[in-house]
């Protein structure tokens, strides 16, 4: 069976329309005479049975980080809207206060925001490690995950 790719903005409206139409059908069938009531409710079975069909092969996409590049601005991890809503969105905020005092220190909060920001590159650069690590062919992603590191504030 092939899956259908739907998104899921797409796949509420189709439910929403089989459950409507099974809807009307069941009040049309509560108001008819048997005969009819048969046929009616063998009609809206095959209606819904095609809709339960048509959702299971709808191809739900795990959910995913927001795609990189990330930025460390002020006190947010921003990064470009993959929607393309607006120009960037927030991807986590820094704190710098807290009613009992759980935050970190002004550096550290600078450390943090460059390693939050530089995630994605390093998942990317982890990623490839990995690959090229069973292929026996680790330099170039050496030095991928070497400038992801540098970047993220670490040393190497």
Not at 21 to 29: K, P
Not at 79 to 100: L, Q, R, S
């Amino acid at each position: 069976m092939t899956k259908t790719s739907h998104s899921y903005k797409t796949l509420i409206p189709i439910l929403m329309a089989a459950l409507g139409s099974a809807r009307d059908q069941l009040e049309q069938f509560v108001a008819s005479d048997k005969d009819r009531r048969d046929r009616d409710l063998r009609k809206a079975l095959k209606e819904v049975n095609a809709a339960i069909a048509e959702a299971s092969e709808i191809e739900t996409l795990p959910v995913g980080h927001t795609p990189g590049p990330w930025q460390h601005e002020d006190q947010f991890i921003v990064a470009p809207d993959p929607e393309g809503k607006h120009v960037d969105i927030y991807i986590a905020e820094i704190a710098t206060d807290d009613e009992t005092g759980r935050v970190a220190s002004p550096e550290q909060q600078q450390a943090n925001g460059k390693l939050l920001a530089a995630a994605p590159t390093l998942l990317e650069a982890a990623q490839l490690v990995i690959q090229r690590w069973s292929k026996g062919d680790l330099a170039d992603a050496v030095r991928m995950l070497d400038c992801a590191v540098v970047d993220a504030g670490g040393k190497t």
